[in-house]
């Protein structure tokens, strides 16, 4: 894309370009259609609208994803505050065993962690984020918004917990658990699946 | 010492949170003698830095 938009010379018709990315971005996120238009129509309005702030230092498309990350905050905040305790306690309680499987009763792996060949190579390899967003699907929705307020949001511990009201024990728990389970569906549908391409 | 059930939730709050001293000094003694954690520990970071890597 064009990296060379000098500052304030944002062309607003170039906008149009990054709404497919910016779209499955958010959908990664907020994993819901409408709500990720919603977010990515809004950013785009408000970058149409603050362009002439557009220093230039950094890409326009990380300049329009920086828009859009703070869009799903604010999104995810106010999912926060609807859910209810009692489905983040019942997420809490009913993945409790959810691991065990992968441990005998002595605490060893019973399923012993494979090497992953060159991991970084895949980040450039479309196939691997079909497969990662895909595995990001499969995490309950509380535990999803912990992940991606941490992971891909920057959000510290402490922010977290406070959004989601939960105590940081909890907070630990849950990312945890997306992590374990991210891993888990990587290795089995990625690193030692059929997908992989050597 | 620690067990890799431990260890792995450890290695996990390690991205979250500084660890004490007593729970470092466990994961290093234990990584020293467990593969299988040592990969995990890798695979952990594999996963940040994945989703720091995204936008790709």
């Not at chain 1, 511990?157 to 992590?179: G, P």
Request: contains cysteine; glycine residues 6%.
């Amino acid at each position: 894309m064009n990296n060379q938009t000098k500052p304030g010379h944002f062309p607003a018709g170039t906008l149009e370009e990054y709404r497919p990315y910016l779209l499955r971005y958010a959908l990664l996120q907020l994993r819901d259609s409408t709500l990720a238009e919603d977010a990515v129509q809004e950013t785009l309005l408000a970058a149409l609208e603050s362009r002439s702030k557009f220093s230039g230092k950094s890409s326009p498309k990380t300049w329009l994803t920086g828009i859009l990350k703070h869009k799903i905050i604010d999104l995810f905040r106010k999912q926060a505050k609807e859910a209810t305790q009692i489905s983040i306690e019942m997420e809490l309680g009913s993945g409790a065993g959810d691991f065990d499987a992968l441990f005998q009763p002595d605490g060893h792996w019973s399923t012993w962690p494979q090497a992953w060949a060159d991991p970084l190579k895949n980040l450039e390899n479309q196939k691997f984020w079909e497969i990662f967003e895909v595995c990001t699907k499969l995490m309950p929705a509380n535990t999803a918004r912990a992940f991606m307020m941490r992971e891909f949001l920057g959000l510290s511990t402490k922010e977290i917990c406070k959004d989601l009201q939960i105590s940081a024990t909890n907070c630990w728990v849950m990312l945890y658990r997306a992590r374990m389970s991210l891993r888990l569906c990587l290795q089995h549908n990625w690193f030692g699946g059929n997908f992989e391409e050597k | 010492m620690l067990t890799c059930k431990e260890v792995s939730k450890l290695v996990s709050q390690s991205l979250d949170r500084r660890l004490s001293l007593v729970e470092w000094v466990g994961l290093r003694i234990h990584f020293f003698v467990c593969d299988g954690c040592r990969r995990f520990r890798e695979q952990m970071a594999f996963i940040r830095r994945a989703c720091q890597h995204y936008p790709h």
